[in-house]
């Protein structure tokens, strides 16, 4: 089933926490929902789930406006950060308790949690309590007990939170396959970029309330409409400096750019991402004078943070990097990958330009 929200907004007595939310998740799909703590996208969650009542809005699941309709007539399943087990119960009455609330016969219940506890390989767990098991496990049971109910959506609130950064990886593509394989409508809420970028078919970036973005992963990483979503989305985020826009160039202090059918003139910041430029000489023309700040060798590649002014960026470089702190270099900008912002607005003035070497 598709969900739509429509100008849903949510406030709580002066505060707005969601403002006019349009939204479009078609079915079968992947959404996430992402932004910082505060921003809303937990509230647009429990608006869908009928945890909260829009102050305004509408919100249909399929042909269905479910807006003042309670939680139990939605047919969405929850999955929480904190999993939401009971602990007086079994593995196995866990994940069956949503049938056993149906009415649906003992032996059917047990022969259902069986197969939903194979899927998710806990079948060996089924008669241990949740305090027994695992941070992984407990949140495979919470999955189980949730595809166990066969509802129209999933709702998923940072359900690999509480998990640490090894396991979050296991999980991440486990619930992609499960989704994947189920085609049930998903709406995952996050403020991790990395599960929201390798998770969604869709991602939806929200701050303070409102809807910034909504695309598909690599159109948000490539093409961000903003300020807001270039350094939001993306690890690291991207480098932005401000500058000015002048007879086809962009300049600072440190250096310029030609750039080709510049949109405009005056101030402006320009947006790189870290894999977008190099390392060069600091006597090469065409590039940005910087100082060597800081470098961390991360296995793969190496990060190097690098001051150009008053302002640090961060540029990737091979494994065995050659930077050492204090060092006086030049940034390169790949000629390719060039973003605008307005300086007032923060808008993207406009998605890439080409550059050529001044």
């Known amino acids: 089933m598709d969900v739509r929200f429509e100008k849903a ?18 079915d079968g799909s992947f959404l996430v929902l992402l932004g910082p703590s505060g921003c809303g996208k937990t509230t647009a969650l429990r608006i869908a789930a009928g945890l909260e009542r829009p102050t305004s809005g509408r919100v249909h699941i399929g042909e269905q406006d479910v807006t003042l309709s309670p939680p139990q007539q939605r047919d969405v399943a929850m999955v929480f950060q904190s999993y939401a087990l009971y602990p007086h119960l079994s593995v196995g009455e866990n994940i069956s308790y949503p049938l056993r609330v149906r009415r ?27 305090r027994q098991l695992s941070g992984g496990q407990r949140q495979r049971v919470a999955l189980a007990r949730a595809i166990i109910r066969q509802p129209r959506v999933f709702l998923m609130d940072e359900p690999l939170s509480n998990l640490d950064a090894q396991l979050r ?30 998770m969604a078919d869709q991602v939806a970036v929200l701050k303070q309330g409102r809807l910034q973005q909504l695309a ?12 807001f979503v270039a350094t939001f989305c993306g690890s690291p985020p991207m480098n932005v400096l401000d500058g000015t826009l002048a007879d ?15 949109p405009t003139t005056g101030p ?22 910087a100082e060597v700040y800081a ?16 302002d640090v960026v961060t540029v990737r470089a091979a494994a065995i990097s050659s930077a050492t702190v204090g060092d006086r270099c030049g940034i390169e900008l790949d000629r390719r990958h060039l973003h ?16 050529a070497a001044s």
């Open 104 to 130: 649906v016969p003992k032996q059917e219940r047990l022969r259902q949690a069986a197969r939903m506890a194979a899927l998710l390989d806990i079948d060996s767990l089924l008669d241990r309590k949740p």
């Open 340 to 355: 605008f912002f307005d300086p007032g607005s923060g808008l993207a003035m406009d998605r890439q330009f080409t550059t």
């Open 295 to 310: 470098v961390e060798p991360l296995g793969n590649e190496t990060l190097v943070a690098l001051r150009v002014g008053d």
């Open 268 to 289: 402006v910041k320009l947006g790189f991402r870290p894999e977008h430029a190099a390392i060069v000489d600091g006597s090469t023309p065409g590039t940005l004078g």
């Open 216 to 227: 598909p992963p690599q159109e948000l990483y490539a093409h961000p409409a903003n300020l």
């Open 169 to 198: 990886v296991q999980m991440r593509a486990e619930i992609k396959h499960l989704q994947r394989e189920l085609g049930v409508t998903t709406l995952y809420v996050t403020h991790d970029q990395v599960e929201a970028m390798t």
């Open 9 to 26: 907004s949510k406030s709580f007595q002066q505060v707005v926490a969601l403002a006019e939310l349009d939204l479009h998740v078609p």
């Open 248 to 262: 086809g160039r962009f300049s600072r202090a440190e250096g310029g750019v030609q750039v080709q059918a510049p």
